[in-house]
């Protein structure tokens, strides 16, 4: 069939002509708005990791706190995050003063004996009666031995440069007054205030949409609520666990690798090389091979059952991401907010994924709610 002489500007009416001018125009502004929007939230971060921190730290006591209310209905809400605010700090003094002294041992015999350990790994490598260094090519054996050497040369360029960057912003006053004054003191107002921030919002949203916002916020809080609690006492546990294989197999600062493994396992599937590495080198230079073989099945058996039984059950399943989804968010996190957007990425995505799933719902499937 031939198109008709002049089809086109026949369909470009005033009136589709005008609407197509307006969603282009509705874009645009978006565009503009979100412009400025990132332009405001850079210049304000500290006040927004702040409030990230609130948010994050809300989420996690917030059970408790719901738990306390529900035991004694006439506990004040105010009474009830101080009780709770009590036991984390008695709980956080405890740790500190049982775990802190130790730590701060194995982190300056790390820093003593890093020499030491550096002339043991090329001493290793290049021992002609290893039963596996010996069988590589000696081109390889080489360049192996150069890499403790150039790692040394490294670290004492990047060294000072680095720690008068990264000391400040974690021992820092503001840092830690933001850590344990401003960000505790903000959540507490966060959960005081929810009520008033619930009817403020019924306030805006029509009678005939709230039963929807409620049940899609009941989705959010389902995702993000989930994925934090879940992931910190899955993080705990891994780090718990992986002490403990290392003790047992007398390999050297357990409590460190430890500390490690746990920080690490908070950035989904990155967290386990970044553990497993550190581990698997002192053990390999301190215990040899047999060692570093046995310290590499431990994390895989520690890896596996967090994948199969801790992630499963502790952490909420409504975060149903596929490791590319995952993956490209943690790139994305990083690039736009550093450490801080790796650390909430997954969450943002699994919100953006509940909404999209109300917007539009999965064929072959009535429900709407992941």
């Not at 470009?12 to 708005?33: P, S």
């Not at 996690?60 to 101080?82: G, K, N, T």
């Not at 002490?243 to 007398?250: E, F, G, N, R, V």
């Not at 736009?336 to 539009?360: E, N, Q, Y």
Request: proline letters at 6%; aromatic letters at 8%; one cysteine or more.
């Amino acid at each position: 069939m031939k198109p008709r002489p002049g089809g086109f500007w026949r369909a470009a009416t005033d009136r589709r002509v005008t609407y197509v001018l307006k969603v282009l125009m509705v874009v645009v502004l978006a565009c503009y708005v979100a412009g400025v929007l990132i332009s405001i939230l850079e210049r304000i971060s500290g006040v927004v990791y702040i409030l990230i921190g609130a948010i994050f730290f809300a989420y996690l006591i917030y059970p408790v706190v719901h738990w306390l209310r529900r035991l004694a209905p006439r506990m004040p809400l105010a009474l009830a995050i101080a009780i709770v605010y009590a036991v984390v700090g008695a709980v956080l003094v405890v740790v500190a003063a049982l775990l802190l002294p130790k730590l701060g041992d194995e982190a300056n015999a790390v820093m003593t004996n890093y020499p030491d350990l550096v002339n043991r790994a090329q001493e290793f490598i290049n021992d002609p009666n290893d039963p596996v260094s010996s069988h590589l090519p000696p081109w390889i054996r080489h360049e192996l031995g150069k890499i403790p050497g150039e790692l040394v040369g490294w670290i004492r360029m990047h060294a000072t440069e680095t720690v008068s960057h990264v000391m400040p912003v974690i021992f820092g006053t503001f840092a830690i007054v933001a850590t344990f004054v401003i960000i505790p003191m903000v959540t507490a107002y966060l959960l005081l205030d929810l009520d008033n921030l619930k009817a403020g919002l019924a306030a805006v949203v029509p009678p005939e949409r709230w039963r929807a916002t409620l049940s899609l916020l009941a989705d959010f809080d389902a995702v993000v609520g989930g994925f934090i609690r879940g992931q910190m006492i899955v993080a705990l546990s891994v780090g718990l666990l992986i002490t403990i294989a290392m003790a047992i197999l007398h390999v050297r600062y357990p409590l460190l690798l430890g500390l490690i493994a746990a920080i690490g396992d908070l950035i989904p599937y990155v967290g386990a090389v970044v553990a497993f590495i550190p581990a698997f080198l002192t053990a390999l230079t301190n215990n040899g091979w047999v060692n570093a073989l046995l310290v590499t099945g431990a994390f895989v058996l520690i890896y596996e059952a967090e994948g199969h039984l801790l992630a499963p059950n502790i952490v909420s399943k409504t975060v149903r991401l596929s490791p590319f989804a995952v993956m490209l968010a943690l790139l994305v996190g990083g690039t736009l907010a550093g450490i801080v957007g790796v650390l909430i990425a997954v969450p943002v995505v699994g919100v953006l994924r509940v909404a999209l799933l109300r917007v539009f719902p999965a064929r072959g499937s009535n429900e709407t709610r992941p």
